[in-house]
């Protein structure tokens, strides 16, 4: 039976223990405890044609009982991106191997068997949806012996088939390190970009991620793949708020960069609930501005920062500044990402 995340030892992160004697309850206290969100945490609500597209796409998404990580990870930008008909789909069921203390996916060591109807399942959706830059992101698969790169070759194999217009974009696990895995994985793979996140700085790797998974093991995944298919953007995220540095994230930045990692971002990491890692800061958005400078600096070719960003924020878009059309965020000032490029009107795709 599936479970929710295992917990971090909360006598370590500083709040006290739960006795008998407690005039309020574990939970209750944990609640109180949490960080207010700062007054910059705001999202907008689609309206007019937007409205009508995330409608369209909710609906999708529940009539073909597809499992999306909009949903499972609690993505503030659900609306945003919902309402320009996009979603980013989470394959191989919704439990997850893996027990990271960040994550609001439920974990069981042997999760429910693969489904062999969703990789036509999945085609059939986002044909229907009519979206022209989907998302496949995965679920840890440890108890498979391939770390489940199989199933996902499948499901892509099969979205192509159906919707050969449509890019995809692989947000994959880490396969548990199994390179012999990633390299079956990628071979002739249609895909536009292969992303996979590296989460944390270094130092936070056991505080915040499974035991299985490690920042070194992420790199060698990005830099084995890029070697694999140079021909594909590679791409990973950075979550802050965990307990880092600014500085330990500038370094972070320079490791990722140096496997070759064309596109990165960054966001806020928001506790999904009272059971998960609390949140240790909340950096400005002028810090975030900061952060976006220096990624473009060390040669990024796209970059997100911002404090609502997650790892598949605006994809297509951000594919598109990879190729080098306009930066993600100069092109709509309502955006989550911030930056101190200064947003422009473009004409033929060109600033004016």
Known sequence: ?????????????????????????????????????PNWFRTSLPVGK??????????SVKENGLNTVCVEARCPNIHDCWGR???????????CTRGCRFCAVDTAKFPPPLNPDEPEDLALAID??????????????????????AHYRKCIMAVHQRCPDVGIELLCSDLDGNLD?????LEDLPIRVFA???ECVPRLDKVVRDRRASFAQSLEILAVAK???????????????????????????????????????LGQYLQPGGRHLPVDRFPEPS????????????????????????????????????????PVVTRESTGSAVSHLTFSPVKGGQKI
């Open 1 to 37: 039976m599936a479970t929710r995340l295992p917990t971090v030892d909360t006598s370590k992160i500083g709040i006290d223990s739960c006795s008998g004697s407690d005039t309020e309850s574990h939970k209750s206290r944990v609640e109180r405890e949490r960080k207010r969100l």
């Open 50 to 59: 937007s409205q009508s597209r995330y409608n369209s796409t909710m609906s």
């Open 85 to 95: 008909g996009t979603a980013t789909f989470m394959i191989a069921g919704d439990v």
């Open 128 to 149: 229907s949806m009519g979206i022209n830059h989907a998302v496949i992101t995965v679920v840890n698969r440890d108890d498979l012996p391939d770390g489940g790169a």
């Open 181 to 185: 895995s990633l390299k079956i994985l």
């Open 196 to 198: 996979h996140n590296v």
């Open 227 to 265: 070697s694999l298919r140079p021909d594909l953007k590679t791409k990973t995220s950075i979550m802050v708020g965990l307990g880092e540095t600014d500085s330990e994230v500038i370094e972070a930045m320079k490791m990722v960069r140096s496997s070759e990692v064309d596109m990165i971002t």
């Open 287 to 326: 810090q975030f501005a900061d952060w976006d400078r220096e990624a473009r600096e060390m040669g990024f070719s796209a970059v997100a920062s911002g404090p609502l960003v997650r790892s598949s924020y605006r994809a297509g878009l951000l594919w598109e500044e990879a190729m080098g059309l306009e």
